[in-house]
Structures are given as structure tokens and as C-alpha cells.
């Protein structure tokens, strides 16, 4: 089955840049798409198609492809971007899955 | 505005059926894909499976088939997630999100479903 890995955690310092990765074991490689989550609330997507941002998203945030990762980095990360982020894509059928989930703290 | 508003949390013990609902207003309710994800207590997100309102077209992520029913009523732009017997493990949140050509953009506030044995 399709599957996306994430790294299950990440800590930076405030003013540090974030980077959080996913990888796909399947080709050919669909778009990826970034949520972020923090606790008791729903997915707020802040990454779509690897690199374009919602509006609405600070241009912190940014996405980059390398082929066979992609990439979310957060620079000059804030203690308001401490949550959980989710990759996600689609299988070559259509099915829609989520990577792992990365906990990002701001120590 | 485009919103979807889902039904209110629902406490239930195991063998008994449940339906949750999610209203999408602001939007052609039959134009787009609406997906349902689980997220257990303290883990990540799962898709379950999508529905096309306009004419039912459904499809289940491997992992849900045969697991829980999607469905829709395109008359009151409402679509649904139901089980006919509940287990515990079917105890998480559960969201429902709308598919657009910038991916699962808008979702619901959540529904959290617990269920007793």
C-alpha cells in the first residue's frame, strides 16, 4: 500500500528554520499537500501541491520538492507554529493518505 | 462562505448503530468531493473514503472498506458516515473535508464519537 514517511518529531528554537520532510515509496509521484494541527482542533491546510500556499498562510511556510521528498520548512518558526503537521497524497487509484504526523516543538 | 458543519458529539455503546452528518452551505454541494478522516485519540489522521454528492460515486480507502458507509443527500447538501454496529475501536474524531483543485482546503469543526463496551 501506498504510504507516506514523516520524521515523528522536530524541535527548533524560536527564530530557527523548521523543516519537516515526507517521502513517498511510490511513484509516480503525486502532489503533496501540508496540513497543520494543533491540539483539539481540525486540519488547517498550510501547503498544497508541494509548494503553493493557501492564503491566509504566512510566507514562512514554504514547500519544496527534491524529486523524491518533499519538504516544509518554516522559517523564523514562532511559538504559534507548535503542532502537529500531516503530509498527504493520493496513490496512483485515487486513494488519499496521510503520513504519520510530525510534532513540531518551539523549545 | 463555504463551511461545513458537522453534528455534535455522540456517546454510544458497542453494537449500536450511528450516523453522523455534514452540512456543506456556501458552495455547489454536488460540484465537489467531500472525504471523511478518523483520528483515533492521540494519533494521526485517517482517510476513510470520499463521496461525490452530485451522483454518489464512493470510494473507501483499503484500510475502511466494509468498516463504515458513506453516503450523501444532495437535497440538503448533507453527507453522512454510519455504522450499523459500533465497536470501541471506533472511538476517535472524526472530520469531514471538501476537495478542491487546491486539495482538501475546507473542513468541518469535527464530530467526536465514543463508544462504551
Known amino acids: 500500500s501506498y504510504e507516506l514517511t514523516q520524521p515523528p518529531s522536530v524541535s527548533v528554537s524560536p527564530g530557527q528554520t523548521a523543516r519537516i520532510t515526507c517521502s513517498a515509496d511510490?511513484?509516480?509521484?503525486?502532489?503533496v499537500y501540508w496540513f497543520q494541527q494543533k491540539p483539539g482542533q481540525a486540519p488547517v491546510p498550510v501547503m498544497y501541491?508541494?509548494?503553493e500556499r493557501p492564503s491566509g498562510i504566512p510566507e514562512r511556510f514554504s514547500g519544496s520538492n527534491s524529486g523524491t521528498m518533499v519538504t516544509l520548512t518554516i522559517s523564523g518558526v514562532q511559538a504559534e507554529d507548535e503542532a502537529n503537521y500531516y503530509c498527504?497524497?493520493?496513490?496512483?487509484?485515487?486513494?488519499?493518505?496521510f503520513g504519520g504526523g510530525t510534532k513540531l516543538t518551539v523549545l | 462562505e463555504v463551511q461545513l458543519v458537522q453534528s455534535g458529539a455522540e456517546v454510544k455503546k458497542a453494537g449500536e448503530s450511528l450516523k453522523i452528518s455534514c452540512k456543506g452551505s456556501?458552495?455547489?454541494?454536488?460540484?465537489?468531493?467531500i472525504g471523511w478522516v478518523r483520528q483515533m485519540p492521540g494519533k494521526g489522521l485517517e482517510f476513510m473514503g470520499i463521496?461525490?454528492?452530485?451522483?454518489?460515486?464512493?470510494r473507501y480507502s483499503p484500510s475502511f472498506q466494509g468498516q463504515a458507509t458513506i453516503s450523501a443527500d444532495k437535497s440538503i447538501s448533507t453527507a453522512y458516515l454510519q455504522w450499523s454496529s459500533l465497536k470501541s475501536s471506533d472511538s476517535a474524531m472524526y472530520f469531514c473535508?471538501?476537495?478542491?483543485?487546491?486539495?482538501?482546503?475546507?473542513w468541518g469543526q469535527g464530530t467526536l464519537v465514543t463508544v462504551s463496551s
Open positions: 473535508a471538501r476537495l478542491s483543485t487546491n486539495g482538501w482546503s475546507y
Open positions: 456556501g458552495f455547489s454541494f454536488t460540484s465537489y468531493w
Open positions: 463521496i461525490y454528492p452530485g451522483d454518489s460515486d464512493t
Open positions: 511510490a511513484s509516480p509521484k503525486q502532489y
Open positions: 501541491k508541494d509548494s
Open positions: 498527504q497524497s493520493a496513490d496512483s487509484s485515487g486513494n488519499w493518505v
